[in-house]
């Protein structure tokens, strides 16, 4: 039995597009310990004239800066593109279910290397299954 045919879908670029932290110079540490908070948003468009299809995926760590030592926002663009006109239909499918798994690494190092050079222990965000969670 033939196996399906899946497109090769390049990924062309990720980049940073918003970078945020604030602090809460109101927060009063304590000895328990804090849960990480954070947010996930996925967005995508698919741009057929080019074949591509761009993925945003912005992560917001501690979303209540009002309760929270402080409030990280990481927002980056992955580009990603096939090859023939026939494929789109996989790329689209592949941005909205693999690119975010694709591109979240990149922010949990970007939070872990931004937050290692603050007052606050470095934070490494946990492993998820983005297929679960974009679905």
Known sequence: MAKPKTAKVNLNEINLIDLEFKENPSFKETANQINVAFRIGIKHKLIKRNLLCLTNQ???????????????????QGTFSV????????????????????????????????????????????LINMEKTVK
Do not use: N
């Open 58 to 76: 912005r992560v917001i760590v501690f979303p209540e800066l009002e309760i929270s030592p402080f409030s990280l926002t990481v927002e980056m």
């Open 83 to 126: 090859e023939k006109e026939e494929e789109l239909d996989d790329l689209e499918e592949f941005c909205k279910l693999s690119a975010p798994s694709v591109m979240f690494p990149y922010i949990r190092s970007i939070i872990s290397d931004l937050t290692s050079k603050s007052a606050y222990p470095t934070l490494d965000l946990p």
